[in-house]
């Protein structure tokens, strides 16, 4: 059973940075190219960053430039480095393969920048 567990998220103030981290169990991670998602309340979901199986990395224009997508296959895990953050970036974050979805999603995790 695929299993997706997210972590790092918080409370940070505009210009903060945070480091995300998901790792996926219970199937072979390296194959995969993944991504990081983010619904903020009443909006729907949507791409920030994406990463391929073979390191090539793709940023919605909101992100470029102060996040940062990396993986670590022998770990099954995919980061998301956020630098300057911003209010509008408040959202819970996801991870999930990409462009194909895992059946399941993990419970995200909450990042918080107050205005």
């Known amino acids: 059973q695929v299993q997706l567990v997210e972590s790092g998220g918080g409370l940070v103030q505009p210009g903060g940075s945070l480091r995300l981290s998901c790792t996926l169990s219970?199937?072979?991670?390296?194959?995969?190219?993944m991504a990081w998602y983010r619904q903020a309340p009443g909006k729907q979901r949507e791409l920030v960053a994406s990463?391929?199986?073979?390191?090539?990395?793709n940023y919605a224009d909101s992100v470029k430039g102060r996040f940062t997508i990396s993986r670590d296959n022998a770990q099954k895990t995919v980061y998301l480095q956020m630098n300057s953050l911003k209010p509008e970036d408040t959202a819970v974050y996801s991870c999930?393969?990409?462009?194909?979805?895992?059946?399941?999603w993990g419970q995200g995790t909450q990042v918080t920048v107050p205005s």
């Open positions: 999930n393969g990409h462009p194909g979805f895992f059946s399941s």
């Open positions: 219970g199937t072979i991670f390296s194959i995969f190219g």
């Open positions: 990463i391929s199986s073979g390191g090539g990395t």
